[in-house]
């Protein structure tokens, strides 16, 4: 059982740099999610989607974009990155009142 | 706005004795509470949620938690910690509108000394 896969796992950027996260599921949820999770602060909402073709901002939308063209796959994008970036990001997926399922991260490092 | 708190960064416990992670809540209307672990290098498991019914929820790997609407908390519980249950464990709360969107705590990190 996949769940939820996040590519890729590591990621070094140079600041300025342009790059995508991948997190696809096969559970056939309709909401999926985009975190970040900082030393001290928790999970934070980036983005969010409530189904395939809709993205809604969440708590700390700035310096992202994110896609949902195919309801398994959830894309995040960082424009030109930074260090305030540098965090693990999380992708996680759901159903209507049910448990989010989480990625195992995607650790990204920006110098 | 929705909120939780966990008032301890770490919480230190010897196998075999009964421990505590607390959380409190600030919500509007009725509260949508989850629990979560996450250990290293890995995403966030769910272990439980209370809706609704019986303030003890039980859950994942023995843990259970006691919802207290007077005192606006919702501690996990566990009665004999293992070693193995050493990790991070999050506090959440869904947010208000029908997105399910979670709003976390800040982590509370277990160790579970032999």
């Known amino acids: 059982n996949a769940g939820v896969t996040q590519t890729p796992k590591f990621r070094v950027l140079k600041t300025g740099q342009s790059m995508t996260l991948l997190c696809a599921q096969d559970?056939?949820?309709?909401?999926m999610y985009w975190y970040r999770q900082d030393p001290g602060m928790g999970l934070r909402l980036i983005h969010y989607?409530?189904?395939?073709?809709?993205?809604a901002k969440g708590e700390v939308p700035d310096g992202y974009n994110v896609s949902r063209l195919k309801k398994q796959n959830f894309l995040l994008g960082l424009e030109s990155a930074a260090p305030s970036q540098t965090s693990v990001y999380f992708c996680?997926?759901?159903?209507?009142?049910?448990?989010?399922?989480f990625g195992d991260g995607t650790r990204l490092s920006i110098l | 706005a929705q909120s939780v708190a966990q008032p301890e960064d770490q919480v230190n416990v010897a196998e075999g004795n009964p421990l505590t992670v607390k959380c409190t809540y600030s919500v509007s209307g009725n509260p949508y509470l989850f629990w979560y672990v996450q250990y290293p290098n890995r995403g966030l498991q769910f272990l439980l949620k209370y809706i609704t019914g019986d303030n003890l929820v039980k859950g994942s790997y023995g843990f259970e938690a006691e919802f207290n609407k007077s005192q606006t908390s919702f501690h996990l519980k566990k009665p004999s910690a293992l070693v193995s249950d050493s990790a991070l464990y999050f506090c959440?709360?869904?947010?208000?509108?029908?997105?399910?969107?979670?709003?976390f705590g800040t982590g509370t990190r277990l160790q579970v000394f032999p």
């Open positions: 559970m056939n949820h309709e909401y």
């Open positions: 989607s409530v189904g395939e073709g809709t993205t």
């Open positions: 996680a997926s759901s159903d209507f009142n049910q448990p989010q399922h």
């Open positions: 959440a709360v869904r947010d208000r509108d029908r997105t399910d969107k979670l709003i």
